[in-house]
């Protein structure tokens, strides 16, 4: 989902992340970093932990499943942050809002982790609404409306996703609603109180 919020923002709408002055190029390598830090390390570290037996299956339906690699995760997008936020100088300081959004998502992924030692809430519909959230936030924010298209889109993405969940019947629907709640309200929060 990050990869698909910046996808959106780096190229739709660069200038609401400070990043317009970057070449297509470039705002194509901070998106395959970002894919990087958010996707393919998370994705081989489940991997690692399945192959090990830390984790019965990869789609993590048991609690017990869940706990361990959304730990893991939100410290990889910690890590990720503040490799955005604090290393990358010159996007720290034209484009602090990056660092923003993915603490955001590291706050996500963590509260995630922190409700699934209790409950098993979505963490497909935190994803979403994560995304749905931000682009709320940034076209309330700065009246970007080259965002409203992508912003119709995954709200209907969002739809799409959670009928998914609980068609598989891999949730209730209110662990679907609660996870597209929390995804919106910290993403949208922090767009329209930091951004």
């Known amino acids: 989902m990050p990869t698909l919020l910046f996808g959106i923002l780096l ?9 317009d002055v970057f070449s297509a190029s470039v705002r194509g390598s901070l998106l ?6 958010t996707f393919a390390v998370p994705s081989l ?10 984790v019965q299956s990869l789609y993590l339906n048991t609690l017990a499943d869940r706990r361990l690699p959304y ?3 939100a410290i990889v997008y910690t890590v990720v942050t503040a490799f955005f936020g604090f290393r990358m100088e010159t996007i720290s300081q034209l484009a602090p809002e990056i660092a923003i959004l993915l603490g955001s998502v590291t706050v996500s992924i963590l509260l995630v ?3 699934s030692l209790y409950w098993q809430i979505s963490a497909h519909g935190v994803g979403i609404g994560g995304v ?6 940034m076209v309330a924010q700065s009246g970007t409306v080259e965002l409203v298209p992508s912003l119709a889109i ?5 739809g799409l996703v959670l009928s998914a969940r609980l068609h598989l019947n891999a949730h209730t629907t209110a ?4 996870g597209l709640l929390l995804g919106l309200l910290v993403s949208l929060t922090a767009v329209l109180w930091l951004v």
């Open 11 to 19: 190229f739709q709408a660069p200038n609401t992340l400070g990043v």
């Open 32 to 37: 395959i970093l970002i894919f990087i830090g």
């Open 45 to 54: 570290l489940i991997y690692y932990l399945f192959r090990s037996g830390y």
């Open 71 to 73: 730990f893991l995760t």
């Open 113 to 115: 982790g922190i409700i």
């Open 132 to 137: 749905v959230g931000a682009i709320a936030g």
């Open 154 to 158: 995954v709200i209907a993405l969002a």
């Open 175 to 178: 662990q679907t609603t609660a």
